[in-house]
């Protein structure tokens, strides 16, 4: 019964990041990401590591997807690796460009 209702919650999970790499609609990405979180939080999956950033150190269950960059580790995001790495976020003005020439 146990294996049956985790099977059942990885693939509700693995479902909702389809869902959520296809989606434009903000709104609808916020209960994708909520609905996740309901999944998580019902402690039928493992956790089976944490986030090797720093920072965020979250749990990382059985079934989510995740970043993993060579032998550096796992990251729960996106975000989390360009974080460990040191990238930051700009926005380019007006008088900023950029020539690819």
Known sequence: MVSQTRRKARNDLNELYR??????????????RAEVRRIKKQKILRKVNCCDNEKCQEAIYEGQQVIK???????????CWAESIGAITIEM???QTCSSR
């Open 19 to 32: 869902k959520m790499e296809l989606e434009k609609d903000p709104r609808n990405i916020a209960f994708l």
């Open 69 to 79: 960059v060579g032998s550096d580790g796992i990251y729960c995001n996106m975000r």
């Open 93 to 95: 003005g007006e008088e």
